[in-house]
T-cell receptor, first 114, second 112 residues
Framework: DGGITQSPKYLFRKEGQNVTLSCEQN?????MYWYRQDPGQGLRLIYY???????QKGDIAEGYSVSREKKESFPLTVTSAQKNPTAFYLC?????????????FGPGTRLTVT | ELKVEQNPLFLSMQEGKNYTIYCNYS?????LYWYRQDPGKSLESLFV?????AVKQEGRLMASLDTKARLSTLHITAAVHDLSATYFC????????????FGEGTQLTVNP
C-alpha cells in the first residue's frame, strides 16, 4: 500500500529538548512539506522540499530544521529555540501530474512540550 | 503574497438543508483544491479543480471553480450529520512552485 507515514502519533517532551518527527512516503513523490496546526486554526507551512538535498523555508521556519537526504524521507526537528512547540504537525507530499500539485497528507504527530 | 479567504468560518446547519462555502483568492491561478478534516485527524483530499469552469461532484458535495472571479464554491446539498467537519480550500499560485496556500477553514456542524 502506498502512503505517507508519520511517527510517533503522540510525542511528549520536556522544554529545552530537541525532538525529531519522522515522515516517510512510498508514493515516489518529489515534493514534501511540513505544516503546523494549532487548535481551531488553519495550516501554516514550516518547510518544504521539491527535490532531494534541497529545501526552502515556509512561513514559520524559525525554531525548526529539516533535512532531505532521501526522496522518501523528510524529518523535522523541533529545536529548543521554538518558543511554543506544542501543536499538531502534518507532513504531506505531492507530485506534479497533469498540472496538479495535489498534496497527500500523513496522519500527523501531536507534540506536547511541558 | 497569495491570500486565500474562506467564508463563512463557522457554519451550523440543519440536516436536509443546502448551503454554500466560498473560497476567494488573490492571485491568478487555475488550480484549486478542497480538503476535509475531521476533529483530531489529518486532511483528506476531496476535489481537485484544474481549469476555469471545472465542476466536480461527490455525493452531497459539489465544487466549482471560476478563475476569472478568483472564486471557488463548495455546495452542500441536503446536509447530513456525517458531513460535519472542517473544510479547507487551497490554491496553487502560478509563481509559488508546488507549495499551496490554504484558507483558514470552514467548521461545519450539521445538526439533526
Amino acid at each position: 500500500d502506498g502512503g505517507i507515514t508519520q511517527s510517533p502519533k503522540y510525542l511528549f517532551r520536556k522544554e529545552g529538548q530537541n525532538v525529531t518527527l519522522s515522515c516517510e512516503q512510498n508514493l515516489n513523490h518529489d515534493a514534501m512539506y511540513w505544516y503546523r496546526q494549532d487548535p481551531g486554526q488553519g495550516l501554516r507551512l514550516i518547510y518544504y522540499s521539491q527535490i532531494v538535498n534541497d529545501f526552502q523555508k515556509g512561513d514559520i521556519a524559525e525554531g525548526y530544521s529539516v533535512s532531505r537526504e532521501k526522496k522518501e524521507s523528510f524529518p523535522l526537528t523541533v529545536t529548543s529555540a521554538q518558543k511554543n512547540p506544542t501543536a499538531f504537525y502534518l507532513c504531506a507530499s505531492s507530485i506534479r501530474e497533469t498540472g496538479s500539485y495535489e498534496q497527500y497528507f500523513g496522519p500527523g504527530t501531536r507534540l506536547t512540550v511541558t | 503574497e497569495l491570500k486565500v479567504e474562506q467564508n463563512p468560518l463557522f457554519l451550523s446547519m440543519q440536516e436536509g438543508k443546502n448551503y454554500t462555502i466560498y473560497c476567494n483568492y488573490s492571485t491568478t491561478s487555475d488550480r484549486l483544491y478542497w480538503y476535509r478534516q475531521d476533529p483530531g485527524k489529518s486532511l483528506e483530499s476531496l476535489f481537485v479543480l484544474l481549469s476555469n469552469g471545472a465542476v466536480k461532484q461527490e455525493g452531497r458535495l459539489m465544487a466549482s471553480l471560476d478563475t476569472k472571479a478568483r472564486l471557488s464554491t463548495l455546495h452542500i446539498t441536503a446536509a447530513v450529520h456525517d458531513l460535519s467537519a472542517t473544510y479547507f480550500c487551497a490554491v496553487d499560485g502560478e509563481t509559488s512552485g508546488s507549495r499551496l496556500t490554504f484558507g483558514e477553514g470552514t467548521q461545519l456542524t450539521v445538526n439533526p
